[in-house]
Structure formats: structure tokens, C-alpha cells
């Protein structure tokens, strides 16, 4: 194939290093492990290494504890209850994976939580219980049993980030770098990770951490969209990094939208659990109808991305910006079951005991990301990556709810005992300086307004790759994704905000070659002009692979074929 321009929308050209450094100017810290993010994923790998005899840094972007594990209202889902099983739990999350998870690495996960749970328990977690002693467990969308764990009600992510936040911050063998952002992962001249550049945001300097083994355990990229459940922090660094290291990123095109945010205009999108639907919560359109009994056998506990389109939907066809949540039939006080729920209601003047709540999708959840193996390892060696930024295979095509507080407890501690064992054989290698990026300069008086690309940005993937997508539309958005990463390659990237938005591109322009590429719907990916599932042809990861010095390619892995086909584009990285 010629050579592609750099004018080809479908050109991803990435520099290798955002931000350049000389080794003498900048202050470093030597560790056996360095842990990039604190949530559940993160901590729980630090503490695992620490466990194995690492020193361990955990460099965290913002305060410790301001997470996406801490927004988490539903729980963990656990074998715990005493009619479930390991294997009605794997048939589960396989048949909501549609086909694309990897039997072996959900059977692992899940045979682990178990254990996992008990290991929180002792770090003084407590979740709730019954009146006999024996955990509350509730239901949520696509499980065949009562199988998730919770605080609180509506609070799990919080009690298990502050849990996991006091273990980290009282081990000796652990130091806790906060409002630190890490711009890059550093590699050696044979590409293995030698340690993270960052940016400590109290001094406004540059710091480097060295290490043979880097965990990226950064979250995920939500905030690539308007309407999200996450908080601001999660802009896909871990991904954008991973990438411009060198790693491979796969099935970036399945976004998982939570069909259900408190939407009040003017406000920021906030959560409500599905715990809420299992508890007998009820959607109904701005007339007062239900819709979801006629759309699916499990009406509102269908999967995730069945309701989202469903309210989509409904929203279009009534003309109404959000549908309503009814919780005035469930057998318990809604206020007592669901507090923060009911707090936040309460403050915008909402009932939730007799007021519907009026909820629309939002972006919730990363199903793709930096490809792993079966021990969390990427593609670079010495760089593992665990939690949402990472793809083990366990979600496939659509995340079943619960299952990624689990994935992440489980696969964080194989991670920190793995990674603490290479670190042992390895050393600790050197850092050198980088030489910086080599763009043409703005012409003078030429300025690019950050935060109103930024926001042009979040909006056209939520019009373009929202709940639906077709080729038109996502032809559209690539070639205005290009057209804006041109005007960004001119940019002195000397804030945080700017480095967010050049992550932010990177995976949006990722995640929409890789959409545009899948020819058919599957999962959270649902194209109006390929409306079908197609087994025959895309039973199939498509993974993303950098390639320094030329185009990159997208691999097609047949699943039932077990064949790989390349192709250089749509979805060619130039690294």
C-alpha cells in the first residue's frame, strides 16, 4: 500500500514523547514498582507487590482516592451466595460478552472472587448484611442470580477506595506520590519500560520515576464524550500512553453507556445503579409508559446496552430529553435502600419515592484498551496494565455490571505479585534524557482555545460514536478528529489540559477507526447501517498495533477461525 499522508483521516501520527527532558534537570525516584493510579486495580496491584518484598511508588494524578472505583454506587459481583455458582456466574458474563470473551480468563477471574472479598474484608471493608449474619446480595442487568455485593447501598466504590486508600497510605513499603500526572511511559533503546515521566502539578516541575516494571492502572477515558459517568480525571491517559510506548490496544470501539444518569440540564451527569432496576425500579417515557417489557424478556435488567438504545429510542420518539425512573413501587424505602441517591435527588427537588427521575445514557465504561495477556503483561515489556485501561478478555463486547470491581481486585493482585517478581530478576535500569516533539509552531497570533476544542471534541463523539454510529457519521468525525490533530501538533504542550486533550484525541480517533472497521453490531457497538451480529465474519478482536517507523495496522483475530488478517487502515498508527 503507498505511502498515507498525514492529511488521511485515517492516519494516526503520534509522537513518541509529549514533552521533552534533560536528565540533570529533572529530580528522579527509584522504585522496584511503579503503580500509575490508586483506584481498586492500582492499589490492590501496590499492595501485592509490597506483599512480594517490592518497593513500590503509586503516582496518582489527583488526590488519592479521587477515583473511578470511588464512583462506583453498585458493587462487586462475587460467587457468594448459596444457590449460585462459579459456572452459572462464567455462562453469564459469557453470554453477555457476546461471543467475544475469553472463556479461560473469565473462569480465572471469577473462580478469584471469592478470596478477593475476603482479603477486603480483612483490610476492614464491610459491606452489607442481613439480619441472620449472611451478605445482602443483590441483581443487576444479565446475571441469573442475586450476586452482588454492596455498601451502603449505593456507596460500594466508596467503602472499597477508602478501604484500599488507608492500606496503601500506612504500608512501609509504599509511597504515595499525589497530584502527580504522568505524561509518558519511558522505554530503553530494546523498547522494555525503564519508568514514567510526570509532571508533580504542587511544584509545576518534572519528576522521573524509574523502574523496570510500570503498572498502568489509570481508569478509563470517559470524558472522550459529553454525557459520562466519570469524573473529570478520566481522560484515557493510560491507553494514549501505553500506545506511544508502543503497546497494542484492542476493541477500542466497544463503549459501554449506562442507560441511566440523573439528567438535569445545567448539571453534571450522575450516576444511578442499576441496583436501583434490580430493587423494582421502573422506566417509563414522558407519558407515563412503560417500554422496557416489550423490548426484552428481562425488561429493565436486560443488558446495559439493550436498555440504552431502548431509552435512546424512546427519547427520539416522544421528543423528550431523559425518560423517567419510577421507584414508588419497590418493597423498601427508597431513601433508606439508595441514601446517596436520594441526597442528591433531594438537592434538585426530587422525591425519589414518588418522582420519577429523569435519566438518559451516559458513557460509563472502557471495554477495550491496552491488550493483555493472561498475567496482565502489554505488548512492551516491563509494562503491565490492569483495570479499565486494560483489555484482558474477561468483558469482550459488553461488560456485564459488577464485573469490572471484580476484574479489577483480582487481575491487581496477580499484576503486583508478577510484576515484583520481574523486578527482582531485572533491576533497575537507566532513564535517559528525551528530546521533544518536532512540529511546525502556530503562526504568530494563531491560538487554539483548549477548552473549546476540547468540548467540540466530547461532543462530536456523542453525536457521531454515541449509543448508535453508522459509516457517514463516523467518516465525519475522523476527518474533523484529523483536521483537529493537526492544530494540536502546534501546540506547546505546557498544561495538563493540553496533554488531556492530546490523550483524549488519540483514543477518540482509536476508538472510531475501530467502529468504523467492525462492519456490524455486537455488544455495546451498534451501527444503524449494519444493524445485525455477523459471527461468520467478525467473531473477532480487533487489535491496534503501533509500528515505529512506518504504518501501523489493525489485526482482525478470528475467534472461530483462529486466523489474524491485517489491514494498514482504516486504523493505521504511525508511531
Known sequence: MDEQTSTDPHRLDLDRYLVPFALRQVPQYRYDVIVVGSGAAGSFAALSAAAAGASVAVV??????????????GGVAAVLGATDSVDSHVADTLAVGCGLSDPEVTRRIIEGGPDTIRRLL??????????????????????????????????????????????????PSIDVFPDVFCVDVLTDDDGRAVGVLARDRGRGELV????????????GGGQIYRETTNPTIATADGVAMGLRAGASVRDLEFVQFHPTCL???????????????????????????????????????????IVSREVSRRMVATGATSVGLDLSAIDRDPHVAFPGISRICRFFGIDIAKDPIPVRPGCHYMVGG???????????????????????????????????????????EVVGELAAQDAARSGRPEIRSVSGRQHDAAPPGVQVNIADLTY???????????????????????????????AVGSLPLDSDNSIELVNMLTV?????????????????????DY???????????????????????????????EQVETSDAPGSVHA
Not at 272 to 289: M, N
Open 60 to 73: 496518582v494524578k489527583d488526590k488519592v482516592g479521587r477515583t473511578n472505583t470511588s464512583w462506583a454506587q
Open 122 to 171: 480483612d483490610l476492614g471493608a464491610q459491606f452489607d448484611s442481613k439480619p441472620d449474619g449472611t451478605f445482602d446480595l443483590s441483581m443487576e442487568g444479565g446475571h441469573s442470580h442475586a450476586r452482588i455485593l454492596h455498601a451502603r447501598g449505593d456507596a460500594t466504590g466508596a467503602e472499597i477506595q477508602a478501604t484500599l486508600t488507608r492500606a496503601i497510605e500506612n504500608h
Open 208 to 219: 522521573a520515576y524509574g523502574s523496570s516494571q510500570v503498572v498502568l492502572a489509570t481508569g
Open 263 to 305: 439528567y438535569i440540564a445545567g448539571a453534571a451527569r450522575v450516576l444511578i445503579s442499576e441496583i436501583v432496576r434490580g430493587a423494582g425500579g421502573i422506566l417509563r417515557d414522558r407519558d407515563g409508559q412503560r417500554f422496557m417489557v416489550d423490548a426484552h424478556p428481562d425488561a429493565e435488567l436486560a443488558p446495559r446496552d
Open 370 to 412: 491496552l491488550k493483555v495477556d493472561h498475567e496482565g503483561r502489554t505488548t512492551v515489556p516491563g509494562l503491565w496494565a490492569v483495570g479499565e485501561c486494560s483489555s484482558t478478555g474477561l468483558h469482550g463486547a459488553n461488560r456485564m455490571g459488577s464485573n469490572s470491581l471484580l476484574e479489577a481486585l483480582v487481575l491487581g
Open 456 to 486: 467540540s471534541m466530547k461532543s462530536m463523539m456523542w453525536r457521531q460514536m454515541g449509543v448508535e454510529r453508522s459509516d457517514s457519521t463516523m467518516r465525519e468525525a475522523l476527518a474533523t478528529f484529523a483536521f483537529w490533530s493537526r
Open 508 to 528: 477518540a480517533r482509536l476508538a472510531t477507526f475501530g467502529a468504523l472497521e467492525r462492519t456490524e453490531s455486537r455488544g455495546t457497538h451498534f451501527r444503524t
Open 531 to 561: 444493524p445485525g451480529r455477523n459471527d461468520e465474519e467478525w467473531c473477532a478482536h480487533l487489535e491496534q498495533v503501533p509500528i515505529t517507523g512506518r504504518n501501523g495496522s489493525v489485526k482482525r483475530v478470528d475467534l472461530r477461525r
